[in-house]
């Protein structure tokens, strides 16, 4: 009875909500692998959107809607949407008030995170991988661009035309992602990011921190220190490179 007497619940100091698209299935493993004690973190699902923009964000801002409804039932304390392609089509402003005002509770996005990581680690000049094809790619470089980062190079597998090539992101090996993420690195870039929370980041980022000498921040990193640090979660976590060591 002494022993679980000092035993807290689940969640105790934060339980966090993820919002990600019908076909991902690392985000929410490598979550959990690198949740610190105490932190719980909490998945629904909304459906991807070929084109998000043909209804002005209607439908997708719709399914948004319903996905905070899932989490509020589960008193989440903050909640993040984790997608990398969708949160940098919706403008944010409208993304991040549609999440606050259906949960009640802040919330961030994998966009949002990412320019906040890049930020955090004095980065204005980057490298970026990905599993998308080219205009993708050419869509998150704008992005990036236009909160003032620049993209010397970028390269993609080309795997997000159809369900069929999307659910294949998740199976790429972390070995695969290591040598693709690699050979895209540009000398002058400051730090390299890997795109998509659905592609097998985690396994790769200190490896590649060790070979390129520089911080390598990828869609999921990004996005969990982000949801950490505004859900009041301070810890430092080693095997996720710099980012998360260090701030």
Same mark, same amino acid.
Request: with cysteine; glycine share 6%; proline share 5%.
């Given at each position: 009875?002494?022993?679980?007497?000092?035993?807290?619940?689940?969640?105790?100091?934060?339980?966090?909500?993820?919002?990600?698209?019908?076909?991902?299935?690392?985000?929410?493993?490598?979550?959990?692998?690198?949740?610190?004690?105490?932190?719980?973190?909490?998945?629904?699902?909304?459906?991807?959107?070929?084109?998000?923009?043909?209804?002005?964000?209607?439908?997708?801002?719709?399914?948004?809607?319903?996905?905070?409804?899932?989490?509020?039932?589960? #008193? %989440?304390?903050? =909640?993040?949407?984790?997608?990398? &392609?969708? $949160?940098?089509?919706? +403008?944010?402003?409208?993304? /991040?008030?549609?999440?606050?005002?259906?949960?009640?509770?802040?919330?961030?996005?994998?966009?949002?995170?990412?320019?906040?990581?890049?930020?955090?680690?004095?980065?204005?000049?980057?490298?970026?991988?990905?599993?998308?094809?080219?205009?993708?790619?050419?869509?998150?470089?704008?992005?990036?661009?236009?909160?003032?980062?620049?993209?010397?190079?970028?390269?993609?597998?080309?795997?997000?035309?159809?369900?069929?090539?999307?659910?294949?992101?998740? #199976? %790429?090996?972390? =070995?695969?992602?290591?040598?693709? &993420?690699? $050979?895209?690195?540009? +000398?002058?870039?400051?730090? /390299?990011?890997?795109?998509?929370?659905?592609?097998?980041?985690?396994?790769?980022?200190?490896?590649?921190?060790?070979?390129?000498?520089?911080?390598?921040?990828?869609?999921?990193?990004?996005?969990?220190?982000?949801?950490?640090?505004?859900?009041?979660?301070?810890?430092?976590?080693?095997?996720?490179?710099?980012?998360?060591?260090?701030?």
């Amino acid at each position: 009875m002494s022993a679980l007497s000092k035993l807290r619940p689940i969640g105790d100091r934060a339980k966090i909500g993820v919002i990600v698209p019908p076909s991902n299935t690392v985000n929410e493993a490598e979550f959990n692998r690198f949740a610190p004690a105490g932190v719980s973190f909490h998945f629904t699902r909304s459906p991807l959107h070929a084109d998000p923009a043909a209804d002005d964000f209607q439908e997708m801002l719709g399914d948004v809607k319903r996905a905070m409804g899932d989490l509020a039932a589960c #008193r %989440v304390d903050y =909640a993040t949407y984790a997608c990398t &392609a969708g $949160s940098m089509a919706c +403008p944010s402003d409208r993304l /991040l008030s549609t999440m606050s005002e259906a949960g009640k509770i802040s919330a961030n996005s994998t966009a949002q995170a990412i320019v906040a990581a890049l930020s955090a680690l004095g980065v204005s000049k980057i490298s970026m991988a990905s599993p998308y094809t080219d205009d993708t790619n050419a869509h998150e470089s704008h992005y990036l661009e236009d909160h003032g980062i620049q993209v010397l190079a970028t390269a993609g597998l080309g795997l997000n035309t159809s369900l069929e090539n999307i659910q294949k992101i998740s #199976r %790429v090996p972390p =070995a695969e992602v290591f040598a693709h &993420a690699k $050979s895209v690195d540009d +000398p002058d870039a400051e730090a /390299l990011l890997i795109c998509c929370t659905d592609f097998n980041t985690f396994d790769s980022i200190e490896p590649l921190e060790n070979e390129l000498g520089k911080p390598v921040v990828s869609s999921t990193s990004a996005t969990l220190w982000h949801s950490l640090r505004n859900a009041g979660i301070d810890d430092k976590i080693d095997g996720l490179g710099t980012l998360l060591r260090i701030h």
